[in-house]
């Protein structure tokens, strides 16, 4: 079985090749041409996260590299080696992306939607029917903010709170067109946000949660309250506007990656199936301000609306407008489907403020009580 995956060296496509790994004996990696040294980052991933030596050692024998520009007609490959890829493939998990929630909409168009693109195009050049899966985000379902998001719901009726969320959107919608024309099976997967409590470190990618930890220290930056130490009096209040009984949905990218690999051990039916992969249990959106307090020194309060006396501070948040909405966020997702495939859940990794700290902070304690506004980043 030849299988290609996009974004392999991505935060989840990491966990993603993993896991394939475990179960298949090759794969062909479709890396980004842009980014030097995939199969060295693949390694060093892999060394960072204590894989076996012998996987390490197997590595270079049983990936194929193809570095590829998604956003490019035929991934900027020339047409025979496009063509040959096509020929081999019988299976191609797509997990390249964009997720910058403060992205404009051409450059996540670009890579989310033009990318997407160029892999059903790959699906359908060739002679096998391959499989997709495709990775979307439970966000695909947009600034609706309350209410049971079902996995068979796919619409732009409420808008969206972000470019990011309508690019993934017009991916998924592409698909279905793709799958009713093709008549070829896809298999939608869609994590919540994905979290890790790995601390940082210089061979891992970014995640999403250290975005929110970079636009806190700017904010203090910005607010010229960089120098603050939490013994200070006085520490100065963020006002957020959020619901204070919100919650989010946090799926550790490990638990994510598995899932998805287990999901497609099931025959897919020929249409597209889609699968939430979402926790079971929420995060309070109060977790999150308290994360909050935990990265800088300040005290952070959810407020009903927007006040009318804006603090430095508080005016600073307003350069994020991507990613504040979602603390208004008090929607569940259904994921009946997902569950009816993996049985109950079996993930028992707790999701709670220690644990989103330990992704952001080389080591618990985040870092002695009276350290400067931001901390280490
Ligand atoms: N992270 C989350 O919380 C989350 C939640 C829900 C859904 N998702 C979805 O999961 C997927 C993976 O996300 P992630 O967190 O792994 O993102 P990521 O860490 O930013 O990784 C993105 C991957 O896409 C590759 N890539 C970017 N532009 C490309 C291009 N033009 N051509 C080829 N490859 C390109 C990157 O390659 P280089 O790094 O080598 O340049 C990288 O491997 C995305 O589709 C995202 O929408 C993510």
Request: charged share 25%; aromatic share 6%.
């Given at each position: ?7 392999a ?48 050692a ?12 998604l ?22 998990w ?32 060739g ?10 985000t ?7 903010r309350?209410g ?27 698909v ?24 940082p ?23 010229g ?14 006002r ?16 994510a ?33 308290e994360?909050m ?39 569940r ?5 997902a ?39």
């Amino acid at each position: 079985m030849n299988i290609a995956l996009t974004g392999a060296t991505g935060f989840l496509g990491l966990r993603l090749l993993r896991c394939l790994l475990e179960r298949h004996g090759a794969l062909t990696l479709l890396t980004h041409s842009a980014s030097a040294d995939a199969l060295g980052r693949v390694t060093r991933f892999l060394e960072a996260t204590g894989a076996p030596e012998r996987l390490i050692a197997e590595l270079p024998a049983r990936v194929r590299v193809v570095p590829t520009d998604l956003s490019r007609p035929r991934m900027g490959l020339p047409t025979a080696r496009f063509e040959e890829l096509a020929d081999a493939c019988d299976a191609i998990w797509h997990s390249a992306g964009s997720i910058n929630l403060e992205g404009d909409l051409a450059s996540l168009r670009r890579v989310n939607v033009e990318g997407t693109r160029a892999v059903l195009e790959l699906a359908a050049a060739g002679p096998r029917r391959p499989v997709i899966y495709h990775v979307s985000t439970a966000f695909v379902a947009g600034a609706r903010r309350e209410g049971v998001v079902y996995e068979d719901e796919l619409d732009d009726a409420h808008g969206f709170e972000n470019s990011y969320e309508r690019s993934k959107y017009e991916a998924e919608a592409l698909v279905h067109a793709w799958a009713r024309t093709h008549r070829s099976p896809v298999v939608v997967l869609r994590p919540s946000i994905l979290v890790t409590d790995l601390p940082p470190h210089p061979e891992l990618p970014r995640h999403p949660l250290q975005v929110m930890d970079q636009l806190v220290g700017d904010a203090m930056h910005a607010a010229g309250l960089a120098g603050k130490r939490r013994s200070d009096p006085g520490l100065p209040v963020m006002r957020l506007v959020g619901r204070r009984y919100g919650h989010l949905n946090m799926m550790p990218v490990e638990d994510a990656a598995t899932a998805m690999v287990r999901l497609a051990d099931r025959e897919p039916s020929g249409r597209v199936d889609t699968y939430h992969v979402v926790h079971d249990h929420d995060v309070p959106v109060c977790a999150v301000t308290e994360l909050m307090e935990r990265l800088a020194p300040l005290r952070a309060r959810l407020v009903d609306r927007r006040p009318d006396d804006v603090s430095a501070l508080e005016a600073s948040m307003d350069f994020y407008p991507g990613i504040t909405p979602y603390l208004r966020h008090h929607r569940r997702y259904d994921d009946t489907r997902a569950r009816t495939v993996l049985g109950p859940p079996r993930s028992v990794t707790r999701v709670d403020v220690d644990y989103l700290l330990s992704g952001l902070r080389p080591a618990r304690p985040a870092w002695p009580t009276d350290a400067p506004a931001g901390g280490p980043h």
